[in-house]
Structures are given as structure tokens and as C-alpha cells.
């Protein structure tokens, strides 16, 4: 039979362009953010995180933006480069006990 | 490198059989994650360990279980498989529960066949 996947967004960009990222979160109890960077054969690796009593944290070349009148959430890459192609992963912590809940995925490609 | 390791990285068997997956959470860590990554489902969480006890369970299969021992190490037992328990298994630790910054480990690659 067919079958059935998750089809992740796509970014494509030329390296030295910067890259948005989005990711929207459906629970407005969520208090904290986090963006992950999953490279192929290895698990998530940490980027940079957000509460919800910030709109805007910056890290070295990349920015996390939250919006929690539209529950929306996005990552800024500056100056993109080949290595930082990967899956990024948003993800919210809705509950206790620092159990975070997955978004699907963007896909980002960098061109040299 | 998180610090997190998982063992072993690819594990091939078939539908019926059980196997037994190991986590060692980052020194210091006490709380330990297991996620499951399929193609279908995306990051899922499975259950999580505090120190030895279970804190939190998602979407666990009955014919899936875990446990922390004293050392702090995790196993994830998945029994009576079938094809479509194939899938990236992952562990992430912890300092405490109340920790939401997760460090995982490079997972276990599953396949049924």
C-alpha cells in the first residue's frame, strides 16, 4: 500500500543569505520554547530556547522571535552556511516536568 | 557530543521479538526521556524518569516499557514487535523534571522486519 509521511516544510537559501524559520504552537498555556538543529543520523541538538515573558532572546548568529498573540515562534539564522543545513525543530513545553512537545520539522538547505 | 550515550545505534530484528534499549544520561543528569521518531508520527514522546521512579508518560505502548536503575541509566523494552515499531528511538536527560532544556543522545535506529 501507500504510504503515508509527514511532509516537512522546505527552505532553501544561498550560503551568506539570512534564514527564517516558523513554527506555530497551538497551546497558549506553553511557557517555554525551544528550537532544535537535527542533522542526518543524529538526534536533536540544542539551539536556543524562549520563555513566554520574552518576545526576543538572541544567541551567536541566531534569533528566536515569539509572538504569543498569534502563537507564533521563528528562528533567525544569520549569514547561513553549508553546516547549519539540517531538520530544525520548534517545541513548547505544555506541561510539567520539562516534557516538550515536537513540531514536525523544516527542512533547511544551503547552497554553496 | 551531549554527553547523552544510547547503545546500541542499529538494531535489525524481527515482528514478535523483544528487544532492550540503553541510555546513560549526561553526568549529573537525574531525569531521563525517551522519544520515538518515525517518518509518520514525527518527535514523540514516550515517558519520562525522575531518580529511579517514572514522572511523566505520552504515548507509550502497552507492549513498551522502561525503567531507571540506581546507577541512573535507562532501559526502554519493546516487546512483541511489529513492523511499524521501526523507528529512531531517542533518550534525552535532564538536570531535574522542572529542566526543559533536553540534551539528547544520537538514538537507536530500530528496524522490524
Known amino acids: 500500500g501507500e504510504s503515508v509521511g509527514l511532509h516537512l516544510p522546505t527552505l532553501s537559501v544561498q550560503e551568506g543569505d539570512n534564514s527564517i524559520i516558523n513554527c506555530a504552537y497551538s497551546?497558549?498555556?506553553?511557557?517555554?520554547f525551544i528550537w532544535y538543529k537535527q542533522e542526518s543520523g543524529k538526534g536533536p541538538q540544542f539551539i536556543i530556547d524562549?520563555?513566554?515573558?520574552?518576545d526576543k532572546r538572541q544567541g551567536q548568529r541566531v534569533t528566536v522571535l515569539l509572538n504569543k498573540t498569534v502563537k507564533h515562534l521563528s528562528l533567525q539564522i544569520a549569514a547561513t552556511q553549508p553546516g547549519d543545513s539540517a531538520v530544525y525543530f520548534c517545541?513548547?513545553?505544555?506541561?510539567?516536568?520539562?516534557?516538550?512537545?515536537f513540531g514536525q520539522g523544516t527542512i533547511l538547505t544551503v547552497h554553496p | 557530543d551531549s554527553g547523552v550515550t544510547q547503545t546500541p545505534k542499529h538494531l535489525i530484528t524481527a515482528t514478535g521479538q523483544r528487544v532492550t534499549l540503553r541510555c546513560s544520561p549526561r553526568?549529573?543528569?537525574?531525569?531521563v526521556y525517551w522519544y520515538q521518531q518515525s517518518l509518520d508520527q514525527g518527535l514523540q514522546f514516550l515517558i519520562q524518569?525522575?531518580?529511579?521512579?517514572?514522572?511523566a508518560k505520552g504515548n507509550i505502548l502497552e507492549r513498551f516499557s522502561a525503567q531507571q536503575f540506581p546507577d541512573l541509566h535507562s532501559e526502554l523494552n519493546l516487546s512483541s514487535l511489529e513492523l511499524g515499531d521501526s523507528a529512531l528511538y531517542f533518550c534525552?536527560?535532564?538536570?531535574?523534571?522542572?529542566?526543559?532544556?533536553?540534551?539528547f543522545g544520537s538514538g537507536t535506529q530500530l528496524s522490524v522486519l
Open positions: 534525552a536527560s535532564s538536570v531535574r523534571p522542572g529542566d526543559e532544556k533536553l540534551f
Open positions: 497551546n497558549s498555556a506553553s511557557d517555554y
Open positions: 524562549i520563555r513566554s515573558n520574552m
Open positions: 517545541a513548547e513545553n505544555r506541561g510539567r516536568y520539562g516534557k516538550l512537545t
Open positions: 553526568s549529573g543528569d537525574l531525569s
Open positions: 524518569y525522575y531518580n529511579g521512579e517514572e514522572r
